[in-house]
């Protein structure tokens, strides 16, 4: 059981007591034709075009490089910014790294921060239950990218109102599509084009890191929701895994991240991987993102301590 002083001690406010609308389910989900298409199209242009531009270019070290700075600018966008900063505000960050977080999420194609955000926070909400979006008792697939293809369109959804306030975020998803197009397919061509192949940023930067990043948010949703460890909760299906956390900027320790939501660490040892945790921190040495919460370390050894005195039990 969650110990009750953790609220209080960590600032828990209306963004987990607010009800977040989901939407009912349906007995008989329809096709989201547009998701669809793009998630089972992409994958086969990355190949296509990737294996044209190493036929006819070889390998070309400042392409691989500009694919893996991509790689992570864009993924940390999602995990430092829509995820840690806007869903759960972990911690504040000036205009400056906000907009930052917003342009390069949004060429990862993963949604608007409005939406993506909302999403999580149901997801928070209702985690293994049916109005959670991606649901890991309704299987891998499903919870790994099958939601996605079924998305139920809702009429005047209701979204949390920080979001409506946020005037970013608004401005982000007002300008959601061509914000995609330019961050994350015109931008890397042309910076391939000015290392010498405007191919090569599309295929490698472009196509291929989308699908890639993809994924390595997927797993979170899948994959660590069942393989790993529970070391601090056994309330819901999240694990902690320090592989997932190599692929996913750190986002891995998702069993510590469901029990205490509010902590901008996922990784909270030293060596834990967690280069999301690292960017927060190291920016808030200029002064770019303060007031970075972290849980209080007797609650994270009390919740450790109810897990391993569970399992002793269950021994005896």
Not at 60 to 83: C, E, M, N, P, R
Not at 178 to 192: K, Q
Not at 201 to 218: D, I, K, N, P, Q
Request: proline fraction near 4%; include cysteine.
């Amino acid at each position: 059981m969650k110990p009750e002083s953790f609220e209080i001690n960590l600032g828990m406010d209306e963004i987990f007591t607010e009800k977040v609308s989901a939407p009912a389910p349906q007995k008989v989900a329809k096709l989201d034709w547009v998701n669809t298409i793009f998630l089972t199209t992409t994958p086969v242009l990355a190949v296509i075009l990737s294996w044209i531009y190493f036929k006819n270019n070889g390998l070309q070290w400042s392409q691989i490089a500009l694919a893996v700075a991509f790689y992570f600018i864009t993924g940390i966008s999602i995990t430092g910014g829509y995820h840690r900063l806007i869903s759960h505000r972990t911690y504040n960050a000036n205009k400056f790294v906000k907009l930052m977080y917003l342009l390069f999420g949004a060429a990862t194609f993963q949604n608007s921060a409005l939406k993506w955000c909302s999403d999580h926070r149901i997801h928070h909400n209702h985690v293994d239950g049916e109005k959670d979006p991606y649901n890991i008792n309704k299987g891998f697939w499903y919870a790994h990218i099958g939601w996605i293809f079924y998305q139920e369109k809702v009429e005047n959804p209701k979204y949390p109102k920080d979001l409506l306030n946020d005037k970013l975020v608004m401005w982000q998803h007002k300008n959601y599509w061509w914000l995609c197009v330019a961050m994350g397919l015109v931008l890397p061509t042309a910076i391939g084009y000015a290392l010498g192949s405007a191919l090569g940023g599309l295929a490698l930067s472009g196509f291929a890191r989308v699908v890639f990043v993809h994924h390595c948010t997927f797993f979170i949703n899948s994959l660590c929701h069942m393989v790993g460890t529970r070391p601090y909760t056994d309330t819901n299906t999240a694990r902690d895994s320090a592989l997932m956390a190599v692929f996913s900027y750190g986002e891995g320790y998702h069993n510590y991240h469901h029990y205490f939501p509010t902590d901008y660490r996922n990784g909270i040892r030293w060596f834990h991987y967690d280069p999301t945790k690292w960017l927060i921190k190291a920016l808030s040495y200029i002064g770019w993102t303060k007031d970075l919460k972290k849980t209080p370390q007797k609650l994270i050894n009390q919740a450790q301590l109810e897990m391993k005195m569970k399992k002793y039990q269950k021994v005896a």
